[in-house]
């Protein structure tokens, strides 16, 4: 990884754990200290299946994974009465932090998300998962689900 990729993810990095903590900041009413709230895991399962499918559709069309803005637009294109926002709209949302991490090539990303109590992740390389999460990986499919 060149030095300025590494600068960039530290960055975004940054940003998110920013933006995390401001969101974080502010107490659930549904919260406890002795584990994490079901509706915050069912928050980032629903958010990890949503940005995994259109990784399979950005991936079926281009042949490589994309970023948020790119897979938005891949979304976009394959339903654009569907959709209501973006996928970091959902995330903020949901008062998650979603970071994609993608190779040089767009061969191969990660998807971690954090928030509320939550820490999962999912990395494929090619349409194969390399590594995963306990939560929500069982709920990703192995291609493209396009909105209906």
């Given amino acids: 990884m060149s ?36 509706d915050a895991l069912t928050d980032a399962r629903e958010l990890l299946v949503e940005v995994d499918n259109a990784q ?20 976009e ?8 926002g973006s996928l970091m709209g959902t995330a903020s949302t949901a008062h998650l932090n979603l970071e994609i991490q993608l190779s040089a090539s767009g061969k191969s990303y990660l998807q971690r998300i954090t928030g509320r109590g939550v820490d999962t992740y999912v990395e494929r390389r090619g349409a194969d ?17 396009r909105p209906k």
């Fill in 3 to 38: 030095r300025s990729s590494r600068l960039r993810w530290l960055l975004v990095a940054l940003v998110a754990a920013i933006v995390a903590t401001t969101l974080l900041g502010r107490a659930s009413s549904g919260s406890s200290q002795a584990g994490r709230p079901a």
């Fill in 77 to 84: 294109t394959l339903a654009p009465h569907h959709l209501i």
């Fill in 129 to 145: 998962f390399a590594d995963y999460g306990a939560d929500g990986w069982h709920r990703l499919t192995a291609s493209c689900m």
């Fill in 56 to 75: 399979q559709c950005h991936w079926d069309r281009h042949h490589r994974y994309g970023n948020v803005p790119e897979l938005d637009e891949t979304m």
